[in-house]
Structures are given as structure tokens and as C-alpha cells.
């Protein structure tokens, strides 16, 4: 089934680039928190700690709506696939049934002539 291949594959990359954008994150406040620690005074210090506590929430935050638009974005297009499957056995088997009843049509015109 490729529809829900796709979706997968959706989700999978979503998944991979939230693992890459937690590194990033965690590298970030990692880096800020060195520059905290070489510090000359508590205030300078207190706020380079303050920015990588609210780097980490805003990153965090990030994460979590790449994550819900790619769940988003898997779910539509699942669901949209489902969509046109349904469409398109509804057109088959519509299909299906006008040439029966052009067979039997034709069958009765050969009996009664």
C-alpha cells in the first residue's frame, strides 16, 4: 500500500528532523551555558543561564509544532488518499454496473426480436 507507505515516511522524517532540531537545541544551551560559566560576575552569569533555560523552552516549543504539523500533514494526506480510493471503487463499481445493465438491456432485445 503505498498511501500508508507515504504517511509513514512522513512521520519517519519528522521524527528524524525533531532528533536533529533536540541536538541543535541541546548544543545551543550547552554553548550559552559555557559562556555562563566563564562569567566574570553573578549578573552576567544569572542572565546567560536565563537565556539558555528560555532557548531550550522556545526550542522545545518548536519541536513540538514541527512535530504536530508533520502528524497533521500524514494524517491529511492519509486521509485524503482514503478519500480517492473510496471515489474510485464508487466510479468502478458504477462503471461495473452500467455495463451490466447494457448487457441485459441487449440480452432482452436479442430474446424478444
Same mark, same amino acid.
Given at each position: 500500500?503505498?498511501?500508508?507507505? %507515504?504517511?509513514?515516511?512522513?512521520?519517519?522524517?519528522?521524527?528524524?528532523?525533531?532528533?536533529? %532540531?533536540?541536538?541543535?537545541?541541546?548544543?545551543?544551551?550547552?554553548?550559552?551555558?559555557?559562556?555562563?560559566?566563564?562569567?566574570?560576575?553573578?549578573?552576567?552569569?544569572?542572565?546567560?543561564?536565563?537565556?539558555?533555560?528560555?532557548?531550550?523552552? %522556545?526550542?522545545?516549543?518548536?519541536?513540538?509544532? %514541527?512535530?504536530?504539523?508533520?502528524?497533521?500533514?500524514?494524517?491529511?494526506?492519509?486521509?485524503?488518499?482514503?478519500?480517492?480510493?473510496?471515489?474510485?471503487?464508487?466510479?468502478?463499481?458504477?462503471?461495473?454496473?452500467?455495463?451490466?445493465?447494457?448487457?441485459?438491456?441487449?440480452?432482452?432485445?436479442?430474446?424478444?426480436?
Amino acid at each position: 500500500m503505498a498511501e500508508t507507505d %507515504l504517511d509513514a515516511v512522513i512521520r519517519q522524517l519528522a521524527k528524524i528532523h525533531n532528533k536533529s %532540531l533536540a541536538a541543535a537545541i541541546k548544543k545551543r544551551r550547552d554553548q550559552i551555558m559555557a559562556r555562563a560559566a566563564k562569567a566574570k560576575d553573578k549578573a552576567a552569569r544569572d542572565q546567560l543561564r536565563s537565556i539558555a533555560k528560555s532557548t531550550v523552552e %522556545l526550542g522545545t516549543a518548536a519541536a513540538r509544532r %514541527l512535530h504536530n504539523s508533520a502528524e497533521i500533514a500524514a494524517d491529511a494526506y492519509a486521509r485524503a488518499i482514503r478519500y480517492a480510493a473510496e471515489e474510485a471503487a464508487k466510479a468502478a463499481a458504477k462503471s461495473a454496473k452500467k455495463k451490466n445493465a447494457g448487457k441485459a438491456t441487449a440480452k432482452k432485445t436479442m430474446k424478444a426480436g
